[in-house]
Nanobody, 115 residues
Framework: QVQLVESGGGLVQPGGSLRLSCAAS????????MSWYRQAPGKEREFVAL???????NYADSVKGRFTISRDNAKNTVYLQMNSLKPEDTAVYYCNTNILTRQYWGQGTQVTVSS
């Protein structure tokens, strides 16, 4: 079955960096666009970044220039490098893919940006 397992979250000070990872299994990873979303307390889940099968990328305006999405097809893993973190980046971050019109999500990893 499809599984997405995020890791790498934690507590970081404003201006700091974190790298999130999402290990995928149960499908042919190299053939799927992968995305990151996030959900802050009391807010709706929002798009953060995506990477296509040809490694084209797209970012939410709020993270452009600070976050970088990448993928390693040999490891079935997608990454989100987050630099210059701000308190408003605090959220649970989710990995996502779409297979045959069905959305799959990981369990999420908490990122807290605070001094």
């Amino acid at each position: 079955q499809v599984q997405l397992v995020e890791s790498g979250g934690g507590l970081v000070q404003p201006g700091g960096s974190l790298r999130l990872s999402c290990a995928a299994s149960g499908f042919t990873f190299s053939t799927k666009t992968m995305s990151w979303y996030r959900q802050a307390p009391g807010k709706e889940r929002e798009f953060v970044a995506l990477i296509t099968t040809t490694s084209s990328t797209n970012y939410a305006d709020s993270v452009k220039g600070r976050f970088t999405i990448s993928r390693d097809n040999a490891k079935n893993t997608v990454y989100l490098q987050m630099n210059s973190l701000k308190p408003e980046d605090t959220a649970v971050y989710y990995c996502n893919t779409n297979i045959l019109t069905r959305q799959y999500w990981g369990q999420g990893t908490q990122v807290t940006v605070s001094s």
